[in-house]
T-cell receptor, first 113, second 115 residues
Framework: KNQVEQSPQSLIILEGKNCTLQ??????????LRWYKQDTGRGPVSLTI?????NTKSNGRYTATLDADTKQSSLHITASQLSDSASYIC????????????FGTGTRLLVSP | NAGVMQNPRHLVRRRGQEARLRCSPM?????VYWYRQLPEEGLKFMVY????????ESGMPKERFSAEFPKEGPSILRIQQVVRGDSAAYFC?????????????FGDGTRLSIL
């Protein structure tokens, strides 16, 4: 079983609509939780990074939340654009002394005109 | 200010050949990480290197795989005697410092196909 589970696996929304992606993790203890965006054929690009003591972090139209008690995180995308079509990956950094990142399998988002 | 550069972007090898994947980290970054992404799976950690040193290679297969990050030049991930199961996207990332809270900047990967 993956230590980082994401849902849904894929999602289609209309341009301009909002959406929320979910992440559940079992990695413990952990240092921080990150959300990355990965366009097809490209490397992941960092959107947000939150330590275990942070509840929310925003980056433009992206807002991530973290509940360290329930080990859940969400990524909310506001007013979606066609360029938001990508995979969104939840990544947890275990508290190992260096960044041995643990990746979820991602949610594939398609924003339709 | 170039990002992480990986080459080649695509590499085709026949079974039994060697594959060499190169990664040049961002300027000023001395910490390099290699990941493998199999189809429909998430990225999996392989190895963490700092200049001239392998810090952690716990995610790397014991046989046929090796990595280096010399004092001069790019980091190299080397796969000897490739097999079909080695077909994957290999990503490199770099960070300026070692700490857990440091950002990791990724290259666009090398897509390795084994015939």
């Amino acid at each position: 079983k993956n230590q980082v589970e994401q849902s849904p696996q894929s999602l289609i929304i209309l341009e301009g609509k909002n959406c929320t992606l979910q992440c559940n993790y079992t990695v413990s203890p952990f240092s921080n939780l990150r959300w990355y965006k990965q366009d097809t054929g490209r490397g992941p690009v960092s959107l947000t990074i939150m330590t275990f003591s942070e509840n929310t972090k925003s980056n433009g139209r992206y807002t991530a939340t973290l509940d360290a008690d329930t080990k859940q995180s969400s990524l909310h995308i506001t007013a979606s654009q066609l360029s938001d079509s990508a995979s969104y990956i939840c990544v947890v950094t275990p508290n190992t002394g260096f960044q041995k990142l643990v990746f979820g399998t991602g949610t594939r988002l398609l924003v339709s005109p | 200010n170039a990002g992480v550069m990986q080459n080649p972007r695509h590499l085709v090898r026949r079974r039994g050949q060697e594959a060499r994947l190169r990664c040049s980290p961002m300027k000023g970054h001395s910490h390099v990480y290699w990941y493998r992404q199999l189809p429909e799976e998430g990225l999996k950690f392989m190895v963490y290197l700092q200049k001239e040193n392998i810090i952690d290679e716990s995610g790397m297969p014991k046989e046929r795989f090796s990595a280096e990050f010399p004092k001069e030049g790019p980091s190299i991930l080397r796969i000897q005697q490739v097999v079909r199961g080695d077909s994957a996207a290999y990503f490199c990332a770099s960070s300026p410092l070692r700490g857990n809270d440091q950002p990791q900047h990724f290259g666009d990967g090398t897509r390795l196909s084994i015939l």
